[in-house]
Nanobody, 121 residues
Framework: VQLQASGGGLVQAGDSLRLSCAAHGFTLGDYAVGWFRQVPGKERERVSCISNSGDRTYPADFAKGRFTVSRDDAKNTVDLQMSSLKPEDTAVYYC???????????????WGHGTLVTVSS
């Protein structure tokens, strides 16, 4: 049972990038899925979250208008589409599951390995 985030890479400011969170061993559609990011030396922060039904998303203020989270239950994945990327978006991005899109990080589980996004200026 694990989650795997993928799709990171090196892009230029203004570019777009799509990250994917894949579940192995369980049905991702049974859970709310959060995307998070962390810069070394800083606290992990939530980027966005999508409800288990997929009908509601909860983007952070910095993500509104630029980042969109969506789920594909057929593929058992949740994607994070990022556009208009900025150098300050550089971080390791993680996905994790929860029963609801709560704001408390320790309530999320199955973090797995993240994927590095680097945005050059």
């Amino acid at each position: 049972v694990q989650l795997q985030a993928s799709g990171g890479g090196l892009v230029q400011a203004g570019d777009s990038l799509r990250l994917s969170c894949a579940a192995h061993g369980f049905t991702l559609g049974d859970y709310a899925v959060g995307w998070f990011r962390q810069v070394p030396g800083k606290e992990r922060e939530r980027v966005s979250c999508i409800s288990n039904s997929g009908d509601r998303t909860y983007p952070a203020d910095f993500a509104k208008g630029r980042f969109t989270v969506s789920r594909d239950d057929a593929k058992n994945t949740v994607d994070l589409q990022m556009s208009s990327l900025k150098p300050e978006d550089t971080a390791v991005y993680y996905c994790a599951i929860n029963t609801i899109c709560g704001t408390t990080l320790f309530a999320y589980s199955y973090w797995g390995h993240g994927t590095l996004v680097t945005v050059s200026s």
